[in-house]
């Protein structure tokens, strides 16, 4: 009887450094995550080109598929200039080595008097909450703008599934993450499916950024 005391303050010994080791650990992966959590956004470069199927599909200097494969080779070919910015991260963090390029493709100008109204609205509302994916790997950033020529104009198996999803009038507006991960390119596209463009402006908004995150060191 008297070994019970024993016994219990052992056990309670044992479930209290097992809670301590488990915070511990919970309080380093907050701290990791907090790292990954800071970021800024890095303004580049944009234009503007046109979504005419003639000059896209020739590849004219002024449309959306010439001034996108412009703008990405830059963004690429800027990636080794980039100025970092200072004092981002805190202590226990570092900036990582490179930046995340943001590319988007926005049209200047939407419809809102259509036929199509109330499909797209809801469309919309859903994939900015949670936008159509997609995921690739490229060696190049040739094949990036490849890609994307493709990709928005419904070509590809991508670009087929995109427009099966973003149907009727809707219009994509593209946002993508591109990284350097191991030699490679890897792309996350999200894609929102928003109201019709206004084919009387058919303008797109073109423009490149630099996501700088922080880590753990």
Not at 58 to 85: C, F, T, W
Request: proline share 5%; glycine share 6%; with cysteine.
């Amino acid at each position: 009887m008297r070994r019970k005391p024993e016994v219990t303050f052992t056990y309670l010994s044992a479930v209290i450094l097992f809670a301590i080791l488990v915070q511990a650990g919970f309080v380093f992966a907050d701290e990791s995550n907090k790292c990954s959590d800071i970021e800024k956004d890095i303004a580049e470069a944009s234009t503007q080109g046109t979504a005419s199927l003639f000059a896209n599909e020739g590849n004219k200097p002024g449309s959306v598929r010439y001034e996108s494969g412009a703008i990405l080779q830059k963004a690429d070919a800027g990636m080794p200039h980039a100025v970092k910015p200072t004092d981002l991260c805190p202590a226990g963090c570092e900036l990582r080595p490179n930046p995340v390029i943001v590319f988007k493709a926005v049209p200047q100008k939407f419809l809102t008097n259509y036929s199509g109204y109330d499909q797209c609205q809801k469309l919309l509302e859903e994939t900015q909450k949670n936008p159509f994916e997609y995921n690739e790997q490229f060696d190049s950033m040739s094949q990036v703008q490849d890609w994307f020529s493709s990709f928005s104009r419904g070509k590809g198996s991508d670009g087929q599934d995109l427009y099966k999803r973003c149907s009727g009038q809707c219009s994509p507006q593209y946002e993508f993450f591109i990284t350097s991960d191991g030699g490679k390119l890897a792309l996350d596209a999200d894609v929102v499916c928003g109201h019709a463009r206004d084919k009387s402006n058919n303008m797109y908004d073109i423009s490149y950024s630099y996501k700088w995150i922080c880590q753990s060191n």
